[in-house]
């Protein structure tokens, strides 16, 4: 039956397109929201008589660390996974959506509001900004990984990987936007508070825009008697979990993951200060340099995608991706290259590795996990990306304190941090493409059947 639905839905493609682009606005205003503080690190760490918040390179980088918090300490993406698997795609995705929304209203709360004491060693203000953070990282991780099972069901054996890009592409609008825009959006309004406020109204947006989809859905599985809730709960069993952690392919795709990751997101955070300190730019002109990279997933990730649907080569797409980034890091990572010329080249650089690798690392891991276990598998990848989502920036933050030397940070240390990061996903691509070869994944395989 299971077949037989998914056979049904592929072969309608207006109602499978029209699904992926209802999902993909919700996860666009969740992309917006997670990086909308990104830009504002000169206006938290300002002092509070000139209009900022006050907070620390330290302050600033715990708070963007604890996005992952609840993810990494209570495995509640772990959690996520399991329920999604058990209880289906619409009940998760919208508990999901809820969390988001919840969660970024706790922190608009955080950021507009003064608040007396300390708790371990952080502001209170902080400290409530980062459960806000924290409680939305949960919800925004679960959709992703809901998201990313909604688009498997609809498109296994046609378009996956091009469904996967463009999901992916429009999130990266939203990155993109809140990158170039919440600054100049905060500088313009009330402060920061206008932005994370901002960006909260979107995820209403996002709510709403998946109870839309949840009504496709449902309206779908009628037409053919199935209940997608019940057909999860008969296709998941606990005792299969073993076919996850015992799978060396889908391990080494999660450390890429891992790395990969670790090396954009983070970076991500402190590079619109990195363009201010470094390369001397215009504050309100920072971030648009930044920004580049989400741009330029915008139509890479779904190039790469189609490229990866029809002639395969997915292993080396991951591999080239990885050398890529860490030549970029790497050049960051040079104190005496201060060229915008060659920061803007950079981020380009950045921006095609970072459209190469997702658009062949999400696809692939239903090549070597079955259907029933897939929402498991993404959330394994994505608790064990969180942790690097959650300790780098932390790291980042100290080290940046570390080397601040009068209000002026030197980022050569950190950037070459990255850089590491960045070599270890070369040694993994080159392992999972061993791997693969050994084990016939079919990672190099096209996806689309002819």
Not at 52 to 67: C, E, K, Q, R, V
Request: aromatic content about 14%.
């Amino acid at each position: 039956m299971a077949e037989k639905l998914q056979q049904k839905l592929s072969e309608s493609k207006a109602a499978r397109w029209t699904a992926l682009i209802i999902v993909s606005f919700t996860m666009m205003f969740a992309y917006f929201f997670t990086d909308v503080m990104s830009p504002l690190e000169p206006m938290l760490t300002a002092a509070k008589d000139s209009g900022g918040l006050g907070w620390s390179a330290d302050d600033y980088g715990f708070f963007s660390g604890s996005y992952g918090f609840f993810n990494v300490f209570l495995l509640m993406l772990f959690f996520g996974g399991i329920i999604l698997d058990k209880f289906g795609i619409r009940f998760t995705g919208i508990m999901a959506t809820g969390l988001m929304f919840g969660g970024a209203l706790i922190k608009w709360y955080a950021v507009g509001n003064d608040f007396d004491g300390e708790m371990f060693g952080y502001p209170m203000q902080v400290i409530i900004a980062c459960l806000g953070f924290a409680i939305y990282g949960v919800g925004c991780e679960i959709a992703g990984i809901t998201v990313s099972k909604v688009i498997v069901k609809w498109f296994t054996g046609h378009e996956l990987a091009l469904a996967m890009g463009l999901q992916v592409a429009l999130a990266r609008i939203g990155t993109a936007g809140a990158l170039a825009l919440a600054l100049p959006f905060a500088q313009k309004f009330s402060g920061v508070s206008a932005s994370v406020g901002l960006g909260a109204s979107m995820l209403c947006a996002g709510l709403i825009s998946y109870l839309v989809y949840c009504v496709m859905d449902k309206k779908l599985d009628k037409t053919i008697a199935v209940d997608a809730t019940a057909e999860a709960e008969e296709g998941f069993k606990f005792s299969d979990l073993h076919l996850i952690f015992t799978n060396k392919g889908f391990w080494l795709i999660t450390l890429l993951c891992l790395m990969f990751y670790a090396g954009v997101f983070p970076f991500l955070k402190f590079a619109t200060k990195l363009m201010i300190t470094k390369y001397v730019i215009d504050p309100e002109l920072a971030g648009l340099i930044p920004a580049m990279l989400p741009f330029g997933t915008i139509f890479l990730t779904p190039l790469f995608g189609s490229i990866y649907d029809r002639f395969g080569k997915g292993a080396t797409l991951m591999l080239i991706g990885s050398i890529l980034l860490t030549i970029v890091h790497a050049v960051f990572a040079i104190p005496f290259i201060t060229s915008v010329g060659v920061a803007i080249t950079a981020m380009v650089i950045l921006g095609i590795a970072f459209g190469l690798v997702p658009s062949a690392m999400w696809p692939s891991v239903p090549k070597i996990i079955p259907m029933q276990l897939l929402g498991t598998a993404y959330a394994v990848i994505f608790y064990i990306q969180n942790i690097g989502l959650s300790m780098v920036p932390i790291l980042i933050g100290k080290v940046n304190l570390a080397n601040e030397t009068d209000g002026v940070t030197d980022y050569t240390t950190s950037m070459a941090i990255f850089a590491v990061f960045g070599i270890i996903s070369i040694i993994i691509a080159f392992m999972l493409k061993l791997e693969d070869k050994k084990r016939g994944y079919g990672l190099e395989q096209a996806n689309m059947k002819k």
